[in-house]
């Protein structure tokens, strides 16, 4: 029986499933056009046309790999900003972390690629982060003057250079609450005292 030749969405689709399933098995390391054309039954040339290279191909099978996810709003900062950290945490620990890991270290800082990368996208996280300060500054628990994007995604940064920059494993708990109460916290409420309006 002759196979039905694919075309279009439907030899798209076939390279992108094994391309997650490669990315899966081998990380970004092991994915190799080779492999990919080979699990989808195809050729080099028919990927290359959709994606330009190594890295766009990653990108696009990670990005099937994740799912997007509401920010926390338990109503209170301190708890919304540990969640935010013990999610990442726990992502950046898990197998699909280390994959991310890989893509941005091949990525080097690439702000097109890491656009694509849900959640990982500077405007993607300050977005998150200024959603739960907004709130929290409504609530009083913030200052106005603190929803400021640098402000903001604080914390986090400071929990990706644990991983980046140490190359940690992963993140103690007690590191996240340190960096939510010794740096975040005060960070945020001491902006209204820099500016010279009352501290909240």
Avoid: C
């Avoid at 945490?89 to 893509?103: D, F, M, Y």
């Amino acid at each position: 029986m002759t196979q039905t030749r694919r075309r279009g969405a439907a030899l798209e689709e076939a390279i992108l499933r094994a391309a997650v399933e490669e990315l899966t098995e081998s990380g970004y390391t092991g994915l190799t056009m080779d492999k990919v054309a080979q699990r989808a039954g195809t050729n080099k040339n028919a990927i290359y046309r959709r994606w330009p290279n190594r890295l766009a191909l990653g990108v696009a099978a990670y990005r099937r790999l994740t799912t997007t996810v509401q920010p926390p709003d338990t109503g209170d900062l301190r708890e919304d900003a540990l969640e935010l950290l013990r999610r990442a945490n726990r992502h950046w620990s898990s197998p699909l972390g280390a994959i991310l890991r890989e893509l941005m270290a091949a990525a080097g800082g690439a702000a097109e690629f890491l656009a694509q990368l849900p959640e990982q996208s500077t405007d993607t996280m300050t977005a998150t982060w200024l959603t739960v300060l907004g709130r929290a500054a409504a609530r009083g628990e913030a200052a106005p003057e603190a929803l400021h994007p640098r402000v903001a995604t604080v914390a986090i940064v400071l929990l990706r250079n644990e991983f980046v920059v140490r190359g940690a494993p992963t993140a103690p708990d007690e590191v996240l609450v340190e960096i939510v109460d010794e740096v975040f916290l005060p960070l945020v409420r001491q902006r209204g005292i820099d500016s010279g309006t009352p501290s909240l």
